[in-house]
């Protein structure tokens, strides 16, 4: 993570501070599962999910995606304990381990997305080489790699595009650079949210050649301040491109060629995004988990653990201090197709929870 407590303190505690729906919430020693939300949005919360391999360990867990075949991708950096370097762990829906790999992106896993391309399905993933607070691979740099459900790399987009932009400084050195997410429009045009570097979000064709860059550091309309996600909004009758403006803890939606339209509040530190039939969930850092509907209206703040500062303490901590019903700092999450919805966290032993649909 690229974030610190001292920048995002004010923000935190300006930020409303919601209690958590709890049903049934269970003790210590795991008798009962918490139930999050209400009405049509209740959720079993089932904490660390899956059948990890003894030999794998999770590090911090960023990315999570389902594919059509109902499995379940997790990129996380790998603990420094673990046996294995493999950075992507895959799953059935049952939580039964299939396969891992990404052994090359052990420390820099970041972002990650899924799309289906005729018959085929393609992970895109975003590698955080640059981060100060990952160690890279050998060699390894902040880069944006296109791969199989299996882990063959198809291409990368290595560095940022030769745009003024992204021109030296004056004194020659470069401009940060280190990509978070990636979005693809329907025209297959691929956006990538330079979240931990200079802020911009770029745009390319599907031959990864740039079109344009826009965005850059600032809290006015069509500046960006971590811009840490991206989503290509397909439920209208036009595509729009919206952005997770993180620091700014707002959504930032614009057109398809980088021109402001509105902002959406409502958010605490908002990481990225997934869709299914019109709701939309969003990961909070600051502890929760918010849906949102087709109108872009608050549903539900899921599992706010009401954190008094957004970079939890808890978050370092052994897994048994973690408190049920609760979350730390989401960072990924997704739907899958039954409507369930699985969330991973940016914690030092990772955590991979599904929310189980109930109602």
Same mark, same amino acid.
């Given at each position: 993570m690229k974030t610190t407590r001292r920048e995002f303190l004010a923000a935190a505690a300006a930020a409303p501070v919601l209690s958590p729906i709890l049903l049934g919430v269970q003790d210590r020693s795991g008798s009962k599962a918490p139930v999050l939300g209400a009405g049509a949005y209740t959720y079993e919360a089932i904490h660390d999910w899956g059948e990890?391999?003894?030999?794998?360990?999770?590090?911090?867990?960023?990315?999570?995606?389902e594919d059509s075949q109902g499995n379940i991708y997790v990129h996380h950096t790998v603990h420094a304990t673990s046996d294995s370097a493999d950075s992507m762990?895959?799953?059935?829906?049952?939580?039964?381990?299939? *396969?891992?790999?990404? $052994?090359?992106? /052990?420390?820099?896993?970041? +972002?990650? %997305? !899924?799309?289906?391309?005729?018959?085929?399905?393609?992970?895109?993933?975003?590698?955080?080489?640059?981060?100060?607070r990952m160690v890279p691979q050998p060699g390894m740099q902040a880069v944006v790699v296109k791969?199989?459900?299996?882990?063959?790399?198809?291409?990368?987009?290595?560095?940022?595009?030769?745009?003024?932009?992204?021109?030296?400084?004056?004194?020659?050195?470069?401009?940060?650079?280190?990509?978070t997410n990636v979005a693809i429009a329907p025209n297959g045009d691929i956006y990538v949210g330079d979240g931990y570097g200079s802020y911009y979000v770029s745009q390319y064709n599907s031959k990864a050649e740039c079109?344009?860059?826009?965005?850059?550091?600032?809290s006015e309309p069509g500046r960006l301040n971590e811009p840490h996600g991206i989503w290509v909004d397909t439920r209208g009758g036009r595509p729009v491109?919206?952005?997770?403006? *993180?620091?700014?803890? $707002?959504?930032? /939606?614009?057109?398809?060629? +980088?021109? %402001? !339209?509105?902002?959406?509040?409502?958010?605490?530190?908002?990481?990225?995004?997934?869709?299914?039939?019109?709701?939309?969930?969003?990961?909070?850092?600051?502890?929760?988990?918010?849906?949102?509907?087709?109108?872009?209206?608050v549903i539900e703040h899921l599992g706010d653990s009401n954190a008094a500062v957004?970079?939890?303490?808890?978050?370092?901590?052994?897994?048994?201090?973690?408190?049920?019903?609760?979350?730390?700092?989401p960072h990924g999450a997704c739907f899958d197709h039954e409507g369930n919805i699985f969330v991973v966290e940016w914690v030092e032993v990772g955590r991979v929870t599904k929310l189980r649909r109930v109602a």
């Open positions: 990890l391999p003894a030999r794998i360990k999770w590090g911090n867990t960023h990315g999570v995606v762990v895959v799953f059935d829906n049952k939580g039964k381990f299939v *396969r891992s790999w990404g $052994r090359e992106f /052990r420390g820099v896993a970041h +972002g990650l %997305h !899924i799309r289906n391309e005729g018959r085929d399905e393609f992970l895109y993933l975003t590698v955080n080489a640059a981060n100060p791969a199989t459900p299996k882990g063959e790399i198809v291409w990368t987009i290595q560095g940022p595009p030769d745009v003024d932009a992204y021109k030296p400084g004056a004194d020659g050195s470069p401009k940060p650079y280190n990509p079109i344009r860059t826009f965005g850059g550091k600032g491109l919206v952005v997770a403006d *993180r620091r700014n803890n $707002r959504l930032q /939606r614009f057109t398809m060629d +980088g021109s %402001h !339209i509105d902002f959406v509040p409502g958010f605490r530190l908002p990481c990225h995004f997934d869709e299914r039939k019109g709701d939309v969930v969003v990961p909070d850092l600051h502890g929760r988990v918010t849906l949102i509907g087709k109108d872009n209206r957004w970079n939890n303490p808890l978050r370092s901590q052994p897994r048994d201090a973690f408190i049920p019903g609760q979350f730390i700092c």
